[in-house]
């Protein structure tokens, strides 16, 4: 009798324990300090919540855009990731809504990013994602440059054109290599095509990529190919859909004017340290607008987890202000959190030009057109992103004509967008 | 008294085999027991070969970016057809799938000169390291640490090289030359991608053609010395004849690397500039993986049509080889 009841007392003991220890995986890419600065905060999740573990698992930028959607589709992968690919992963993502204590508070403070995950057959209330990086698309220039070439910076409201004229006389005048620069991929192709004109989507919200605006740009990025003044180095030097940037570029002084977004501030901050002067332009104009592109980093919880109250649990956490505020004071980025935007962050140990440069780009990002959100909300968006590069790269180095290229690009995404 | 312990060794081995060797022919009868022996090997040969063979065959004739076989519409031949769908093979422009057909074309010019230069400075290097030349050890471990690399290794090094500010252009503007963008011209690109390709595998295929030269008697050769035949005539005559063999190994062996080319090339040039490097290994991928929406079906129909120029390969290396050993 005595040894049935210490078996079972055991029995019941293993099962519950079994029960209680859920093990959560973070898969978590980071600009700068962003894993580190989650991975510092999960002791804290952890006194909360007896029995949840959290692993954070760093991996580069690549796995999530390339791995982590194939280990998705077949039932695998983490219980959270940070991701940016909104709309590609919206049908593996988990609707924590029904987990959290007070959805209303999240509502309320990330309104507009929510949005983003709102897509295809998730539920138009759900709450998918908790965006830890609000971005804008934007420049960055040498003011060092500028200065030792004594020509004057443009100022705000400067067009495209511009700041490649004033480039090129940098560059020219202090013998550097690269007057400017732009990352290869269509995201950042994007905000100064919508600034020529591009719409991307047409009256009823269709979308339509090869308009005269869109055309206007693309004559003119690649006009800017030939003449030297963008980097051929960055869209020449790769094939395909490929990702690349030039800001080790920068980061080098090698390069006057560098167009890329507000993730980079936190790297240049670290790497340039006081080696020159830098300054951020925010968007840039072109003859029809000035706007860049938003977009965002964010935790999503996927549906395949095994313990989806604890991913509830953890993204409220994460979406918690003063959670937020301690781990943006580390990774030094713009906040998505509307209560923590109207407070402001106090950034740890920050030089003026990063300061400088984060209210720049924080105050740009209400500035930018309507179909840049809804190019950021669009789930197909990453179709676009990658077959821009593409095709104009083609163009680029005389493998197509702008007019065959242009002709290409629309049906490339014309087909993945029938997929 | 050390034979007599290994022969006792043996026979204890054989004695302890007998009993259950007798049950299991008992069990599957005298003819099917070597099934038995083969049957883990075909297991693990059918769940790492056959099966991802024919669920490639699956996925090309299915459609939609889903893995999971159940949620992907049959499509039949549909992206067979769409990869061939072209006014003119020699005109990628005409072409529905014009980056898979500028693929094809790179990859034809690609083994054509990567295969026929690598066979002759393997042949070259492999003779001279032949004879009876100073330093000869040192220099065949030299000519071969390359094959040691990493694929990735050799290609970031090289990337280090032939960068703008890379150690090439550095040489040349301090000997008082002009800097190339070698990475950023098709031309060049593609001439260093076959360059680069060559210098970490050339040595494999020395290796091989050193032992084919060894491999011919001696006799031979002071026969045609005593006959007073000149160097460059045994070369020709006896050499090259007698080689044949060897070199036939190395030619399939290295078109079927060359086929496959895609690490080193990924990461020196990313396929780049545009497409002028880009090799079929690297559009599967591309389509497959790196694009959106990931088309699956029709990585999996160029992969299947990559597969059959290799099949055709082999089966001329098959035929050629039965011929040669018919002729010998």
Redesign the interface.
């Known amino acids: 009798m005595k040894t049935t009841l210490t078996t079972t007392t055991l029995g019941l003991i293993l099962a519950a324990g079994a029960a209680s220890a859920q093990e959560l995986r973070f898969m978590c890419y980071q600009d700068g300090t962003e894993c580190a600065a989650w991975a510092s905060q999960m002791p804290a999740f952890e006194a909360e919540n007896p029995g949840i573990t959290v692993v954070v698992d760093e991996v580069p930028y690549q796995s999530i855009i390339e791995s982590l959607p194939v280990q998705l589709e077949v039932g695998e992968g983490p219980d959270l990731a940070r991701v940016t690919d909104y709309g590609g992963l919206a049908r593996f993502m988990l609707d924590v809504r029904p987990y959290v204590s007070d959805p209303a508070a999240i509502e309320a403070r990330y309104g507009q990013s929510l949005a983003w995950a709102r897509v295809g057959d998730n539920n138009a209330d759900g709450i998918y994602n908790i965006v830890d990086q609000l971005t804008a698309t934007g420049g960055f220039a040498n003011k060092t440059l500028f200065d030792q070439a004594g020509v004057e910076m443009p100022g705000p409201g400067a067009t495209f054109a511009e700041w490649a004229e004033a480039s090129r006389a940098v560059r020219d005048a202090v013998g550097v290599d690269f007057a400017m620069a732009i990352d290869r991929t269509g995201h950042r192709f994007a905000g100064p095509a919508m600034s020529y004109g591009a719409a991307y989507f047409d009256e009823n919200g269709d979308p339509i990529l090869v308009d005269d605006g869109f055309r206007s740009f693309a004559e003119q990025f690649v006009a800017w190919h030939e003449d030297g003044t963008l980097a051929r180095d960055v869209w020449a030097g790769a094939g395909g859909g490929t990702y690349q940037d030039a800001a080790a570029e920068f980061i080098n002084a090698n390069l006057v004017m560098y167009y890329s977004g507000s993730w980079q501030i936190g790297r240049f901050g670290r790497d340039i340290g006081d080696a020159f002067d830098w300054v951020a332009t925010g968007g840039i104009c072109g003859p029809v607008a000035c706007t860049g592109m938003p977009g965002g980093a964010g935790i999503v919880g996927f549906k395949q987890t095994e313990h989806p109250e604890a991913v509830g649990k953890l993204m409220e956490f994460m979406a918690r202000d003063d959670v937020q505020a301690a781990v943006l004071a580390q990774t030094r980025n713009i906040p998505a959190n509307s209560v923590l935007q109207e407070q402001g962050i106090e950034y740890q140990d920050v030089s003026d030009d990063v300061k400088a440069a984060l209210t720049t780009f924080a105050a740009s990002i209400p500035t930018f057109a309507d179909s840049a959100y809804a190019l950021q909300g669009y789930a197909n968006n990453r179709a676009i992103y990658t077959a821009t590069p593409a095709r104009i790269t083609q163009a680029i180095v005389g493998e197509l004509s702008l007019d065959d290229a242009l002709a290409r690009l629309d049906a490339d995404i014309a087909e993945a967008i029938a997929q | 008294m050390l034979k007599t312990a290994a022969v006792q060794a043996y026979e204890g081995a054989f004695n302890l085999l007998e009993r259950p060797m007798l049950a299991l022919q008992k069990l599957f009868g005298q003819s099917r027991v070597a099934w038995v022996f083969l049957l883990p090997n075909l297991v693990i040969f059918g769940l790492f070969t056959f099966l991802p063979i024919i669920l490639n065959f699956v996925f090309a004739t299915t459609?939609?970016?889903?893995?999971?076989l159940a949620d992907r519409p049959f499509v039949g031949t549909e992206h067979f057809a769409s990869l061939l769908d072209c006014e003119s093979y020699f005109d990628p422009?005409s072409c529905h799938r014009?980056?898979f057909w500028?693929a094809v074309g790179n990859t034809g010019w690609f083994v054509l000169m990567q295969v026929g230069f690598m066979i002759l400075f393997s042949l070259i290097t492999a003779l001279i390291l032949n004879r009876d030349i100073v330093l000869r050890g040192f220099f065949r471990a030299v000519f071969f640490y390359p094959v040691l690399l990493s694929p990735v290794v050799v290609a970031l090094i090289w990337k280090w090289i032939l960068q703008?500010?890379g150690v090439l252009n550095a040489g040349l503007e301090g000997a008082g030359f002009g800097t190339i963008?070698w990475?950023?011209e098709?031309d060049w690109a593609f001439f260093w991608v076959v360059f680069v390709s060559i210098w970490c595998n050339m040595g494999f295929y020395v290796l091989i053609l050193l032992a084919g030269l060894q491999s011919i008697p001696s006799d031979v050769y002071e026969a045609a010395e005593m006959d007073g035949t000149p160097r460059w005539r045994q070369l020709w005559r006896i050499t090259l004849p007698l080689l044949m063999p060897t070199m036939l190994v190395v030619m399939v062996l290295s078109v079927i690397r060359a086929v496959q080319a895609f690490d080193e090339i990924y990461v020196l040039?990313?396929?780049?500039?545009?497409?002028?490097?880009?090799l079929l290994i690297?559009y599967i991928y591309?389509v497959g993986?790196?694009?959106?929406?990931?088309?699956y079906g029709l990585a999996a129909a160029a992969s299947l049509l990559m597969a059959g120029v290799l099949f055709v390969l082999t089966i001329i290396q098959l035929a050629a080889t039965r011929k040669q050993s018919g002729d010998n």
Do not use: K
């Open positions: 459609g939609g970016d889903r893995i999971i422009n014009d980056l500028r703008r500010n963008n990475l950023l098709a040039t990313g396929g780049g500039p545009g497409s002028a490097t880009t690297q591309d993986f790196s694009t959106r929406p990931r088309l």
